[in-house]
């Protein structure tokens, strides 16, 4: 069973710490956006990293598009691979979609978790009457756009890779040397899910301690966002960093991590 | 300030104007994304002055939503995690609005220490190309999209051809309901026409008598027998008429029948031929009294059996005719022996079962009484075997059914 979820999820496992701090990351990369923010918590931390089934070096067979077709699907992935590993006390800590995955995950089974840590949440994108996600669906449909463009040269060349083509290494080496690789059917299908989603009414029920950590300026998740997730959910702390961008763990990590650290004392 | 470099071919070269009129766009940005620098090429893609760009603009400003989304979720990541990103297509919006597609490439600056100092990107102009892979992606959309349909397709043959299997097993099993109705349809015209053919020669066996006779007590005699046959007759019509309708839907109604029952009502039936033959008829049914067997068939039976015995008798000696039934190995079986011509099994074997074989030269012979009364017993389960020796007789022993489902 673990050995399958390894493998489902590209699982690998660092740092020499006990306590144990599960990082996911969000829509379009994979674990390797964690690179800059691990090596701070190697020591007190045992650091699960995983890919989203669909991304990064996860099994894309597993990509089931009705599991999938709603942040569920992802969030009893995480809720069962804490199970496989046995962890207790867990310090969950999301980037964008993952944030939200997390809170579900935390939903499903409270008792795992010790704390959840969002980066750059957002429960809905589209606007809504009064509450401002900052997109129309107008806006998603551009995003659609924008990544059939980018994959049109992809798919081609890409494909014997996708097809699990064992015969040309060398495509499988470009691969591994590439960041943030995915199936563009199954990267348009995550993006539908993501943006399109609304979990706003999953906040409130969140009891677990939460930390929110908001870039002053994200054109994905807006400061107002940020303040919509702190009031919703009872038990959290929001923290605005001097950082621009959705990634703030990519553009500046020092002060993420000296949020996280803070938090986390 | 302009640099100026003298090639070793003494052409002068100012490094401003060959970035400036280079024909690609170029632009300097902070890691927040502001534009710190440009070329005149950049500007020119964009159609802004250099005062609305630059330290104003981020790149970011002249994206659609959309491409704002994918911006920070794949562009951004892509550069800081690997310190380059290439060949990333984006639609420009210009001042006045319209799209510029491009193609752009960036990398990071970095200082001595590690720090992102600013990124340099260049951007492409790829109108031209963008038709194509508009018409390529409008193909591979339809593609798609056909080979869904396809598979689409495929499915609904495969589950029409899973309907066409079962309505075939359907078929297969009406067709034999058909044919068990046919052969049921050819054993009840047997019937019709037997059952009626007997009580109709009868009657008129006695209407001879009747003619014959000048006694008045003999006349009153046959007189009461005429009724009795044309009751037998009225019963038996009624029976054929509740059968047909019993038939349309039901396979074989078992009814609970008396041997001697069925046997008095045949000889009645056949009364006129046995006093013709003054043929000695007798029965003893004590060993198996009665039996659950559809009466029509076995009145067919034993009407077919005795009027056989009574057509074949021999003129040489008084015509006996003995009726019986016994159990054997839990089987009930009927006994029909008689001691007339019998048949030369020796030359007629099983055929004597068979459609249209008669096996005598006489008159009445139709061929078809034993090829019926085989089909109505083995149609319940039963069989039929017979011994005979020429000019000695014959028994005809029938295996009705286990007598335990009685």
Redesign the interface.
Known sequence: MLKKLIARNNITIHGVGKKPMLMVH????DQ??W?FITPEFKDDYQIILIDLVGSGKSDENAYDYDKYSSLEGYADDIVEICDALDLKDVCFVGH?VSAMIGALAVLKKPSVFKKLIMIAPSPRYINDNHYLG???Q?????????????Y??W?SAMAPIIMGNADRPELTEELEH???QSNPAIAKHFAKVT?LGDNRSDLEKLTTETLILQSK????ASIEVGRYVHNHIANSTLVILDA????PH??APNQTIEAMKKYLL | MSIKYQTTMNYTIDYKELLNTSPCGYFCSLPDGTIIDSNKRFLEFTSYEREEVIEIKKFTDFLSMGGKIYFETVYVQILNLSGAVEEINFDFIRKDGTKLPVLMNSVIVKDTEGRHLFTQSTVFNISQRKKYEQELLIAKRKADALSDELKHSNKELHRSSELILQQKLQLEEFNHHLENKNRQLSNFAYITSHNLRAPVGNLKSLQDFYNESTDMEDRAMLFSKFEKVIGHLTETLNELIETVKIQEDINIVHDSILFDTVFDKTVEILEGQILDSKAVVTSNFSEATKIKYPKLYMESIMLNLLSNSLRYRSPDRVPKIHFSTKITNNEITLLATDNGLGIDLKRHGNKIFGLSNTFHSHPDSKGVGLFMTKTQIEAVGGSITVQSEVDKGTTFKIVLKKSSSY
Do not use: Q
Not at chain 1, 140 to 150: G, P
Not at chain 1, 217 to 220: F, G, P
């Open positions: 969000g829509y379009g990369c390797n956006m690179r964008s900052g997109f129309s107008k806006d998603i449909d551009e995003l659609m756009e924008t990544l059939d463009s980018n049109l040269g798919s590439s960041f943030c943006f300026s994200d054109v994905i621009t961008g959705h990634c990519l553009t």
